[in-house]
């Protein structure tokens, strides 16, 4: 018999928040049905007037806050509630470490279907502000008026953001710089719907010493007023060693074109992790929270346990962060990234900090590592970083084919990471211990590392 829908579209209702959902909305039930309130915290009674009804469940518009969480916190933003760049602001922050293990603890639970991982208290940040390195703003009119900023949630207007309170200062003093230069220069902005206009985003990085870089990046190739917008832009930014304008001409979502051209000054910034130095270019993939990825990386060296003599293979290496960090203790080291680009950068890095024990390779880690085990190379340890989706089942299964003593699984998603464990443990590999570690704090995300051991060496 079909079950009756218990709540109607328009139409308030009352109920109390049970958990935080994977976005970090409120989650309810009315009747046994699911109700998503964005902004509502675990334990608050509240009124929300659904907007929104589906099969399983219905999404809701937070009205009133009828008996508040002990852990709800004033935000400091201003434009908190519109811009969807946090979530997680109107939460006292050693709560959102507990929330944060809880979504860990909850997907290798109910998503892996594995009760006694020890998942360990998160790894919180010294100073939870202005911690972004890396700052990536949409440009566009509101009113007649330039706007930079965050896309609100869940849409694409522009959110005009003066001071970001989880960006560093210098990625704040670029948005407002260029917002005022390009106004003064009457320079054309991008409209995404009509696909006409000059700028798109601005992306701001900030490095050692707070260095900063400014990338442009134009719907056209041609920009007029280059010299005297980079001139004004120096005057504004004493910090500033580096303009550059990339080129995206596509109509879609991408944000950084092919092509990149320097305007002005450095065509790289240097930062800092730990002992190794990264010359960072508009398009490397760097972590954005500098402080937090010495802290990721350094308990991914302890969970690899390497003594010196040790071969590891990073199966998803990037721009070989992770694997130089490996390389100070082990014998050698392979980097698989199949995306070129990254693996000269890696290779630059290898180079620049004097590291000769790294070897990175092109290509698909179903592919390569079979190649390295017929050529005689048995890994020790293998080091995994996947995207968002996870490892599909032939990159673990040749995991596990290696037979290394210890895997170590980097995850930005706890449910792809759940899913995986569960297929490794079915793969001969039993998930010891598990870190979560805060690299986004105010935000919904929550990074995780694992250490896995060969059972038969248990």
């Not at 560093?168 to 696909?195: C, F, M, S, T, W």
């Not at 950068?345 to 190649?371: C, L, S, Y």
Request: charged share 20%; glycine share 6%.
């Amino acid at each position: 018999m079909k079950k009756e829908i218990p709540v109607i579209q328009g139409k308030k209702y009352e109920l109390v928040i049970e958990r935080l959902g994977m976005s970090a909305e409120g989650v309810g039930r009315i009747q046994d049905f699911t109700v998503f309130v964005p902004s509502a915290l675990p334990g608050e009674r509240v009124e929300t007037q659904i907007v929104e009804v589906k099969k399983n469940y219905a999404r809701g518009k937070l009205t009133k806050i009828l008996q508040p969480s002990s852990n709800r916190v004033a935000p400091l933003c201003a434009i908190y509630d519109t811009c969807g760049g946090c979530q997680l602001q109107h939460l006292a922050y050693e709560e959102q470490l507990n929330i944060k293990r809880q979504q860990v603890m909850d997907a290798v639970l109910h998503i892996g279907h594995q009760a006694d991982i020890p998942v360990h208290a998160t790894l919180g940040a010294d100073n939870p502000w202005n911690y972004r390195n890396k700052m990536q703003f949409p440009v566009g009119r509101k009113q007649g008026n330039l706007v930079i900023g965050c896309f609100a949630q869940g849409s694409h207007e522009i959110i005009d953001t003066t001071n970001c309170y989880i960006q560093k200062q210098g990625n704040n003093a670029i948005v407002n710089a260029v917002r005022e230069v390009v106004a003064k220069l009457g320079i054309p902005v991008y409209n995404e719907d009509k696909h006409t206009g000059v700028l798109r985003h601005v992306v701001g990085r900030v490095g050692q010493n707070g260095e900063c870089m400014l990338v442009l990046v134009t719907a056209v190739k041609e920009l007029h007023s280059a010299k005297q917008l980079v001139a004004m832009l120096r005057t504004r930014l004493p910090q500033l060693v580096s303009v550059q304008q990339n080129i995206q001409t596509y109509r879609n979502n991408v944000i950084l074109g092919r092509e990149t051209q320097l305007l002005w000054g450095k065509p790289t910034i240097l930062d800092r992790l730990g002992s190794l130095t990264f010359h960072i270019s508009p398009r490397s993939f760097f972590q954005v929270n500098t402080a937090q990825a010495e802290r990721l990386y350094s308990k991914a060296l302890e969970y690899a346990g390497l003594t010196g003599r040790e071969t590891v293979i990073d199966a998803y290496c990037g721009t070989g962060t992770i694997t130089l960090f490996l390389a100070q203790k082990a014998r050698k080291v392979y980097g698989i990234e199949i995306v070129k680009p990254a693996i000269l950068d890696a290779e630059k890095n290898a180079r620049d900090n004097h590291i000769k024990n790294a070897e990175f390779i092109v290509g698909d880690a179903t592919v390569v590592m079979p190649r390295l085990y017929k050529q005689g190379i048995r890994a020790d340890v293998v080091v995994v970083d996947p995207p968002r989706a996870g490892c599909t089942p032939p990159v673990l299964e040749t995991f596990a084919h290696m037979q290394p003593r210890r895997i170590v699984y980097v995850s930005c998603n706890p449910a792809t990471l759940a899913r995986d464990l569960a297929i490794l443990a079915d793969l001969g590999y039993q998930a010891q211990e598990i870190q979560p570690v805060d690299m986004f704090p105010m935000t919904s995300h929550v990074e995780s590392l694992t250490k896995l051991v060969r059972k038969d060496l248990l």
